[in-house]
């Protein structure tokens, strides 16, 4: 629907490979003072020093992970970039370099290429971040976009997802859901718009959950933070499945059960208002929604004062003993278990199709 069917169109043949790498790569900037060699030889060449490297890297597929009707290319590179961004600070680490490979068909005028890189480029500036290669070649059907994110840290800051002991606190970052609710939006008005073209749908009630699905922001802010703090969590995994999924392999990785307590689960008023016009359970959509990209992570309870006080950070259960099992504890102080489809009577409806 986002589609402008008056836009220039160039072929991207008219290029060759090395002209359009050369447009689409000739206004970012190198940044990082560990990036000795960026794109232009037959590898690029980095320096961390006395510091650990961490790689992470992410394949999304146009029709799997995408759906360029509702997303704009623009978003989808700055999305691409902030999801392998977010694995680099899961790992209590820094950001340096990203690669960024794309296979395109022939659908893909310059000027889409152009908007997907724009993206990119805007998320690192944003994130300072340095894109140092990557590939480009073309694609019988759709667009596919990989990116392989660099990072850095000091080898005692690197948190793992098997650190988590028993009696240590689960935190979370920001607020859960709204990424899961705004793609219920951005669903249903494409819905609205096949049948109608014409409607102008006002989507400002929602703008907060549109946003959190089409442009999340990964938590460079949170490493940082916990730096100043003098935390050093026990265990840590981005929010990209949904809670359950996460505390799940959390406990798994760790060798602990774990309680979740549901009164505690942070939430925007808009994915409350949301989940009532959709009729949804708010703490199932936090608990399986997806693509927050929020962190979440554990902590020793000696830690507690030097988090309580801080709006970014909330408690939202504790590790416990591998048998007492994994569970949420509701409001009405029944203990339900977790499972991977997120808590045990909600499962049926829940969407069995998830990409990650
Ligand atoms: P090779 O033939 O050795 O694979 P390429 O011609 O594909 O080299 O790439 C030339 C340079 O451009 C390399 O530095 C490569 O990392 C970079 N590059 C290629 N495609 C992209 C892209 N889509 N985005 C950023 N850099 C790219
Ligand atoms: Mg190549």
Request: aromatic share 6%; net charge negative.
């Given at each position: 629907m986002l589609e402008d069917k008056n836009q220039k169109r160039t072929s991207v043949s008219e290029l060759g490979e090395f002209g359009l790498i050369d447009h689409l790569t000739e206004h970012f900037e190198i940044t990082q003072e560990s990036t000795v060699k960026g794109i232009g030889d037959d590898a690029a060449v980095i320096d961390f020093k006395d510091k650990k490297?961490?790689?992470?890297t992410d394949l999304l597929i146009e029709g799997i992970h995408f759906d360029l009707s509702y997303m704009p290319l623009k978003h989808l590179g700055y999305k691409a970039v902030m999801v392998n961004l977010s694995d680099i600070y899961a790992?209590?680490?820094?950001?340096?370099?990203?690669?960024?490979?794309?296979?395109?068909?022939?659908?893909?005028?310059?000027?889409?290429?152009?908007?997907?890189?724009?993206?990119?480029?805007?998320?690192?500036?944003?994130?300072?971040?340095?894109?140092?290669?990557?590939?480009t070649t073309s694609s019988n059907k759709g667009?596919?976009?990989?990116?392989?994110?660099?990072?850095?840290?000091?080898?005692?800051?690197?948190?793992?997802?098997?650190?988590?002991?028993?009696?240590?606190?689960?935190?979370?970052?920001?607020?859960?859901g709204g990424a899961y609710m705004g793609l219920q939006i951005l669903e249903r008005e494409k819905e609205v718009f096949k049948v109608n073209p014409n409607n102008q749908p006002d989507l400002s009630p929602y703008s907060y959950i549109i946003e959190r699905q089409?442009?999340?922001?990964?938590?460079?802010?949170?490493?940082?933070?916990?730096?100043?703090?003098?935390?050093?969590?026990?265990?840590?995994?981005d929010i990209s499945d949904g809670l359950s999924s996460e505390i799940l392999h959390l406990c798994k990785n760790s060798n602990v059960g774990c309680n979740l307590f549901e009164?505690?689960?942070p939430l925007d008023q808009q994915v409350i208002s949301t989940c009532e016009e959709f009729e949804l359970n708010s703490t199932t959509v936090a608990l399986s929604g997806g693509e927050d990209y929020e962190l979440l992570f554990t902590i020793s309870q000696?830690?507690?004062?030097?988090?309580?006080?801080?709006?970014?950070?909330?408690?939202?259960?504790?590790?416990?003993?591998?048998?007492?099992?994994?569970?949420?504890?509701?409001?009405?102080?029944t203990k339900i278990p977790i499972t991977s489809m997120g808590w045990s009577p909600f499962n049926e409806d829940k969407n069995n199709d998830k990409n990650d």
């Amino acid at each position: 629907m986002l589609e402008d069917k008056n836009q220039k169109r160039t072929s991207v043949s008219e290029l060759g490979e090395f002209g359009l790498i050369d447009h689409l790569t000739e206004h970012f900037e190198i940044t990082q003072e560990s990036t000795v060699k960026g794109i232009g030889d037959d590898a690029a060449v980095i320096d961390f020093k006395d510091k650990k490297a961490v790689i992470s890297t992410d394949l999304l597929i146009e029709g799997i992970h995408f759906d360029l009707s509702y997303m704009p290319l623009k978003h989808l590179g700055y999305k691409a970039v902030m999801v392998n961004l977010s694995d680099i600070y899961a790992m209590n680490a820094m950001a340096t370099q990203i690669t960024v490979s794309i296979a395109a068909s022939n659908r893909f005028p310059l000027e889409a290429l152009e908007e997907l890189y724009s993206g990119v480029q805007l998320a690192c500036r944003n994130y300072k971040v340095d894109l140092i290669g990557g590939d480009t070649t073309s694609s019988n059907k759709g667009l596919l976009i990989s990116v392989t994110a660099i990072g850095e840290a000091k080898e005692e800051d690197l948190t793992y997802r098997n650190g988590a002991k028993e009696n240590d606190l689960l935190v979370t970052t920001g607020d859960i859901g709204g990424a899961y609710m705004g793609l219920q939006i951005l669903e249903r008005e494409k819905e609205v718009f096949k049948v109608n073209p014409n409607n102008q749908p006002d989507l400002s009630p929602y703008s907060y959950i549109i946003e959190r699905q089409l442009k999340p922001e990964a938590r460079k802010d949170i490493p940082q933070l916990l730096k100043e703090l003098e935390v050093k969590p026990t265990s840590m995994i981005d929010i990209s499945d949904g809670l359950s999924s996460e505390i799940l392999h959390l406990c798994k990785n760790s060798n602990v059960g774990c309680n979740l307590f549901e009164e505690k689960i942070p939430l925007d008023q808009q994915v409350i208002s949301t989940c009532e016009e959709f009729e949804l359970n708010s703490t199932t959509v936090a608990l399986s929604g997806g693509e927050d990209y929020e962190l979440l992570f554990t902590i020793s309870q000696e830690d507690y004062p030097k988090i309580k006080a801080n709006p970014h950070l909330t408690v939202i259960g504790h590790m416990t003993a591998l048998s007492e099992g994994i569970h949420l504890i509701t409001r009405a102080n029944t203990k339900i278990p977790i499972t991977s489809m997120g808590w045990s009577p909600f499962n049926e409806d829940k969407n069995n199709d998830k990409n990650d």
